[in-house]
């Protein structure tokens, strides 16, 4: 007779101690993890440009001034920008090529057709959306093993 299907005491011994490990992660592990994952999230929403979940952050306005070096034998880029939350409100931009000295290629954003920041729209979306699956299956979860 082959004896290698049956389970020794050792066996059920070790079973039940994983089992008691698994239950231990699932009651008490997971729960604290979710918490501290859903206290991180709302404090990102805190710090984000734009309201979120909630949260009273007041929309900053911010005025970003950037340039390249001013070399006469290379190209320069001079741009002011103003970032409010989460669009590009207003910049002004310009190029000057090293090949065409004389030619200045400008371009702007005006106020009355800002640009969105896609980026920081999706990052808010996600962000949102991590908090609303952690608010469903949180700390209060009762998880279990199937």
């Keep these: 007779p082959n004896n290698n299907n049956k389970m020794t005491d050792a066996d059920r011994g070790e079973l ?3 089992q008691q490990e698994l239950d231990w992660v699932l009651s008490e592990e997971v729960p604290r993890v979710f918490t501290q994952v859903m206290i991180v999230l709302q404090e990102c929403c805190t710090h984000f440009p734009v309201p979120l979940c909630g949260s009273d952050t007041a929309v900053k ?3 970003f001034i950037m ?12 741009c002011v920008v103003t970032v409010t939350g989460d669009t590009i409100t207003q910049a002004d931009i310009n190029m000057k090529a090293a090949k065409h000295q004389n030619q200045v290629h400008r371009t702007s954003v005006t106020p009355d057709a800002p640009w ?3 980026q920081i729209q999706d990052a808010g979306n996600f ?4 908090i609303q699956f952690l608010q469903g ?3 209060s ?6």
Aim: charged share 20%; glycine share 2%; hydrophobic share 35%.
């Design 16 to 18: 039940a101690i994983l």
């Design 61 to 63: 306005q911010e005025k």
């Design 67 to 78: 340039s390249t070096a001013a070399h006469s034998t290379q190209d320069q880029v001079k």
């Design 116 to 118: 969105r920041i896609q």
């Design 127 to 130: 962000l949102q959306l991590a």
């Design 137 to 139: 299956h949180g700390a």
């Design 141 to 146: 979860t009762s998880f279990r093993n199937h």
